[in-house]
């Protein structure tokens, strides 16, 4: 069984443990890690995203966060950020290339599979800009079916009218679109 720990509402440890099919059973705040990969082309800003495996427990087959994951019991975001790029991508990336974009609370309760999911989470996100190859990529099969780089700002225009190809979180998308604004990689 997968432990997490219970957080605060700004993802501090309250030094309660929960499992992590409890956390979700019943909306208990625990704490996620996400990793935006995005580069530069000739029209923006582009954002890598994963397919999700169709054996998920939640949004099976949509398109996500590039790397995402629960940070376990007694472990720190970043580790858990660069531990999830490397198990669901293959990606080796050091700390000091994932800059941190700040915090977001993302909560919403949906059916999937015939029963109810209570998502509850302060996630912590980070972005890494690296113009990747998806050929070089090995892929977490029970994880991740495929990658592929879509628009920054196609995505984030899609997800306000039409959820039934992704899932990213908004708010991560929010996020990550306020952070590339202060640093002047895109125009707000």
Known sequence: ???????DEYGMPTGKIIGRSTAHRE????RT???????KDRNGMQVLLQKRSR???SFPGMYDTSSAGHIPAGDEPVSS????????LGISAS???????????????????????????AVFVYVLKKNVC???MKLQKSEVEEVRWFDLNEVYEEIRTDRSRFCVPSGGLELL???LEKQHEIHG
Do not use: P
């Open 81 to 88: 950020a660069l531990r999830e790029l490397k198990e669901e």
């Open 27 to 30: 909306g208990i705040l625990h």
């Open 134 to 136: 998806i050929g070089n």
């Open 95 to 121: 700390e000091n290339e994932l800059e941190f974009a700040g915090l977001f609370r993302g909560q919403y309760e949906k059916c999937f599979h015939g029963s109810l999911f209570r998502d509850n989470e």
């Open 55 to 57: 054996n998920k427990e």
């Open 1 to 7: 069984m997968e432990y997490l720990d219970i957080c």
């Open 177 to 179: 679109i306020r952070f």
């Open 33 to 39: 890690a996400h990793v935006w990969i995005v580069r």
